[in-house]
């Protein structure tokens, strides 16, 4: 069968449908899509007679369905795709047959190589037009409502498709091609199947694994039979470049192709052809990067030694500017080092590529990109985990994890923080890492050490041989044989004499050679030449002259054998010491080397330790970071830690305490799930034995606790109470303890009480249940012996008191006790026994026993009033008493006298202090008990009288009840509303004129209040000051009245007292004050803020507190004054500054407070009559300026501090308003604000300091990249900083116009040595305290008048800058003076408030 045509494999499908040239194949026809259904049923009829040869017939058919693939119908395409399936496995199954046969013609392998070409090219145009139907039908269709399509059928098909194909390439086809390579086309057309099916996104879904393999296979045959590694490695980086689903697929063929069909070539050929792309386009095609990077990292995961063998080819990408590429090569040696290059037999060279990897996974620890440094921690954890790391990079990577805790990225911190976990929980050298533990053992086997190297020098000294110390010992040996033929000197006598015998006389001459006299020892062996001669070592001389002979006879001496065996001197006279006293060598030296191991491995461990130490402090900062992963990796942290011993691992358990009341469920739950690991899952056996170790642990955590830690473990210990726990042998211990059933110490029985008042708060029946042992045994006859106990005892009890507010739907009345209960008779018995009685724990106990009257008692005001009876009868005993002394001439000093009468110190301190409880828990009790009291039963009447009406209604009429419904809820609210109004207002008339009047007890006291805080000269004592200005506060809570009247002289004492005990006071006072009279205190608002200028650094603390509570509650209006919370950002003491950053951090949440805060700050603290220094004033500002964080805020920012420029004064204003822009980070907008408003700093640039902060701005904006406009724009604006600068001022006002801006004045210097901020004088004149008036209009009509008066006829128009958009405007007023107005009127700006007083 003679043909006239050849079929060749087009590039397109056009191609066939042109004549390209004679001899080849040209579709005559395309045919219609009515014709096709008919034809295929013609091509089936022609294959069952002739077979696959059939196409070469039919071809025109199977082309025209895929010229008009998409207008097809279902049924056509999946009857094309049937018949071309069973034509090419008939084809298939009978080409091993046609190729064997040796006698096929030309013609016939003509056409059966034709035949194959158009099967094959029409079975994978089928293939392709298929996955191109399938990708288009997955994005658009949804998936949940797919029915059964072509797209499901064709996935069916696939596999058995591919394996087709694979079958047919395991063929020997090159006879079809005369013997020779089968054409590259066919090659590519077979495998470019394979790729189309690759290209398919949901490919590397788990459903597709069989898909995949088939694939894999079918590319595989094509490597190995048809040298297919070139196209394919061009066509893998192709799609790894554009589909990143790609990479894990790729991956996991290459490694099967590697390890079963052992083409390990193609990964070398893979990875050189990905190290070749050009770094900077793989750069700006960031998707491409990301497939190569996930290629190498899964690559090197499943075949790592072969990755290994080329790694060099992929080092050059760790210096490019992909990060992704960098970590996906560092991943590579990370696998290398766990999977190939660990043990310990790694020979010499693996081992030095072993250090090479890790040397280079260390220096990108401190990668500049972020996401490098993350990976790389990540990648030491896993090394860490798997105990790879060589003990000799131990150190230096843990060196390097606890650096990175101070990492901008708080993901780089978050895995530093795992990685450190990790050293812990698999560290090689201890369950326990205390560093005096470890500082012990260290130092005693040092010193065993040091001793071994000494003994170990000692026996190494005969390594110098005998000749090579005569070596060195000749020449003056020579020197000293030569003087012997010389005349003697005068007076050198010869008193040495041989001996009688040979040996005494071998043992003088060699003791002589020890001591290095050489003349001696030859002159004495010149005699014993002569006196035995012929007799050894003297007779054996063969030398011409004497002198030989003697130089001879004394070198044989030396470094032959000799008798001599007592030598004290290794080296000399054959060099020895007894064999049998020495230690071996070989033993000694491997002591030796074993020693040096445990001293290195003793101190690695206690390096390790120290290390650990030092991140303990880092770690315990950052449980208060905003990233909650960072805080929870912190707890885990301290979790892990405290399991290894490590003392300082308290402070972070007892740190993280507070995050129980984190609003984030996260970080709570973390809190309560490290206490349960570390208290609550002891590995004891007992249960007893589980409840002491629980007690002792929470009992270290209480040692020197402070009130806030004991409320945080109390919320803790309530949670697992709640949720049982805790359990009852632990309760039964801490009763134990309490009652002295078992030995324990004061300490012990105060920390169990304190216990069970935690735990009661979760369960009230603990204490409920045991009311008569705890009053008993804690308020005992002894009570006086231990007033903390029975303080404890007190607060244990409180926890029995109910919520003064009810739950809503609830209306059970309070938890209270009979006025005559035996609790209220001891403990009225108890403070009025220790009233008279001096010690410093009574006021204490007293508070708490006030209190816990008032809230347990019926009738607590008779008890307290028959306490003050008791106790005022006490104080007026001891006053008769001290009136029948008053002629005793030697007057205690502790004894407070105002020249008619006197008492000891103590009872009046004692006395001040309980009428200023008694009065602020009288307020408590009225405002929240009582007033609870009577709305519940306010709320109890109405719903009975509302149960009735509703009742006789539904009787009356039951329809019509719909429409009326909410008008009746709401008329009852109002009339609640209502009700609740006349209770307070009843209350409020109870304090206003009864608390206070003559007939109540208060009145009798007060005066002896106001009398000791009107005398600090009589009344010196500083504790007695302090209680009488605590009780001052307390009694001005009871009325407005009584308030007003004293508030001068409490800001007064305030100011003046030179205690700080008396100060703190007072602010605290003036706090509360603040919270009930808001309006009485506003006023005195800035004596308040005065108080955080403090000298002393206590009372600052305490100011910051409370300003902090007041502010954040919204009790006082935050104005231009906060800037002196802000001051204390740079206070020297630590907590201090931790008060104003957690000021600030809180005010960040409540909306844009700070950014409306900002103008002011900056205006009062670049002012350098403030006395802030300008770095300090700088460190202010990076930490305010790091809660700007929206980009509008920004941007308006930065218009506001151009604008501040024109009312700038001094050049340090200027530099303060420049460093402030560099805070921000620069947006598009904001870079276009700053053009807008050049002219408002121009004329400033020629200042170094404002030029350098302006082009740090700009540097920091090109770095973080943007489009080409914004490029030109901020070198534009570049250009003009540089020229403003380069001509200086007056070039400047000519490129501007801008005139008529003051001249800067130089800063006010401070003298050297000056703080940071100005003490506030505690020697203020009277006027200072003045009462200042309510806010009103004529405060601030009289100070426009004042100003009228002084400006001259012909004035500017006021220019008028608010901070604060909602403040009033008494509030905040600003004028610029005449000679400040800028002569170009800008758009609103900001200048500092100014109270007008």
Known sequence: MAMDWEFHLPLTHSDLLRNSGPGRYVVQEVMSIRELQPALTAFRTAFRARGALAVLQHFDTLYSLLHQFKAVGTAVKEDALELMMCVVSHHSNELPAILGDSGLSHADRAAHLNALKMNCYLLTGLVDAFEMEVCKSDLVENKKNRTKTSGSLWEEDREPLLQLLTQLLQLDLRQLWGGLVVEEEFISLMTGSCYRVLENSSIGLQRYRATREAVTHLLAAALLRYDHMFSATLKITQMLQHFEH?????????????????????????????????????????????????????????????????????????????????????????????????????????????????????????????????????????????????????????????????????????????????????????????????????????????????????????????????????????????????????????????????????????????????????????????????????????????????????????????????????????????????????????????????????????????????????????????????????????????????????????????????????????????????????????????????????????????????????????????????????????WEQFTEKSSCSPLERRTAVMLLGMMARGKPEIIGSN????????????????????????????????????????????????????????????VSKGFAQPSGHWIPFMEAAVKLIYQLAEGAEEICAHILQACSQQALEKLQESDEQKADPGASPSRVSDGACSLPTFLLMHLVSLVGQVALQEVVYLEVSVSAELRRRRILGDEQKAKKHSDNSTKKQRPRSTGNETTMEEELDLVGASADDTEAELIRSICETELLDGNHLFSAFVPLVLKICNNPGIYSDSALSAAAALALGKVCMISSEFCDSHLRLLFTMMEKSALPSVRSNLIIAAGDLAIRFPNLVDPWTSHLYARLRDPCPSVRQTAGLVMTHLILKDMVKVKGQVSEMATLLIDPEEAIMGVAQNFFSELSNKGNAIYNLLPDIISHLSDPNRGIEEESFHNIMRHLFSYITKDKQTESLVEKLCQRFRTARTERQYRDLSRCLTLLPLSERGLHKLQ????????????????????????????????????????????????????????????????????????????????????????????????????????????RSKRSQKRPPTKKAIVTFSSDENSSEDDMLAELKEEETPTKTTPITRSSARRLR
Not at 1260 to 1266: I, L, M
């Open 771 to 830: 009311l008569d042992i705890l009053v008993t045994a804690g308020l005992s006859e002894k009570v006086c012996e231990d007033y903390r106990l029975a303080q404890e005892v007190c607060s244990a009890i409180s926890k029995l008191a109910s919520s003064p507010k009810p739950a809503l739907g609830k209306s059970n009345p309070p938890f209270r006790l009979p006025q005559n209960h035996m609790l209220f008779s001891c403990l009225s018995e108890t």
């Open 246 to 734: 790609v990479a894990p697929v790729f991956a996991q063929a290459v490694s099967l192709w590697a390890t079963e069909y052992g083409l390990k070539s193609l990964v070398g050929e893979l990875l050189r052809e990905i190290s070749q792309k050009c770094p900077q386009d793989v750069t700006r095609d960031a998707s491409g990067m990301k497939g190569y990077a996930t290629f190498i990292t899964e690559l090197s995961e499943q075949i790592p030694a072969l990755v290994l063998s080329n790694m060099s080819v992929l080092l050059r990408h760790l210096d490019g500017e992909s990060y992704m590429m960098r970590n996906a090569v560092l991943t590579a040696m990370a696998e290398v080092l766990l999977q190939v290059l660990n043990g310990d037999q790694l020979e010499e060279a693996a081992r030095g590529t072993r250090d090479q990897f890790l040397n280079m996974l260390q220096a990108h620890v401190c990668d500049i990109n972020s996401f490098v440094r993350s990976r790389v921690l990540q990648l030491f954890t896993r090394i860490v985990q798997r105990k790879v790391l060589p003990l000799a990079h131990f150190q230096s990577v843990v060196s390097l994890a606890v650096g990175r805790l101070k990492d901008k990225s708080v993901v780089v911190v978050k895995n530093a923080i795992q990685l450190l976990s990790a050293f812990l929980s698999n560290n090689p050298f201890s369950c326990k890492l205390n560093c005096t533990d470890l500082a012990e053992p260290l130092k005693k086997e040092v010193q065993k050490l040091q001793e071994m190297r000494d003994r170990s020098r000692s026996t190494a000294a005969p390594v110098i041989t005998p000749e090579e110390e005569w070596e060195a010992m000749l020449p003056e040996v020579k020197a000293a044989i030569q003087q012997l033929f010389q005349p003697p000197q005068e007076g050198e006598e010869e008193v040495l004499e041989v001996k009688e015998t040979v040996e005494s006389t071998l043992e003088q001459i060699s003791g002589l050679l020890r001591k290095l006299d050489y003349k001696s020892a030859a002159r004495l062996t010149q005699k014993a030449l002569c006196r035995f001669q012929g007799k050894e070592p003297f007779s054996g001389t063969t030398e011409e002259n004497e002198e030989a002979a003697i130089l001879s006879v004394l070198e044989r001496l030396y470094t032959g054998p000799c008798p001599d065996e007592n030598s004290e001197d290794p080296p000399a006279i054959n060099g020895s010491l007894k064999t049998d006293e020495v230690v071996p060598e070989e033993q000694l030296q491997t002591g030796l080397v074993k020693q040096e191991m445990l001293v290195q491995y003793l101190q690695d461990a206690y390096n390790f330790s120290l290390k650990i130490t030092e991140a303990l402090s880092l770690i315990s900062k950052l449980m208060y970071e905003n990233c909650v992963s960072v805080v929870q990796e912190a707890i885990d942290f301290f979790v892990t830690v405290s399991k290894f011993g490590v003392p300082q691992a308290l402070l972070g358990v007892r740190r993280m305490l507070p995050l129980i009341w984190s609003k984030e469920p996260g970080i709570k739950e973390a809190v309560l799930n490290a206490y349960r690991q570390l208290y609550l899952s002891p590995s004891r056996d007992s249960e007893r034995a589980k409840a002491q170790g629980l007690v002792h642990s929470l009992s270290l955590i209480m040692v020197d606790a402070s009130l806030g830690t004991i409320q945080c473990l109390e919320e803790i210990l309530s949670e697992f109470v709640q949720k049982d726990e805790i359990k009852p042998a632990v309760i039964q211990l801490l």
């Open 1236 to 1343: 807008d408003n050049f002219d408002c700093f121009a004329d400033k640039l020629q200042d170094t300091a404002v030029y350098s902060c302006f082009q740090t701005v700009l540097l920091r904006f090109r770095r973080a990249g943007g489009k080409p406009e914004t490029k030109a724009l901020a070198e534009e604006l570049e250009q003009k900083l540089s020229a403003c600068h380069n001509r200086g001022q007056d070039s400047a006002e000519t490129c501007q116009e801008v005139h008529g801006t003051p001249m800067p004045e130089p800063a006010k210097r401070k003298p050297t040595g000056s703080s940071h901020r100005q003490p506030l004088s505690t020697a203020n004149s009277d006027e200072d305290f003045v009462t200042p008036h309510s806010r009103s209009l004529r405060h601030y009509k009289s100070n």
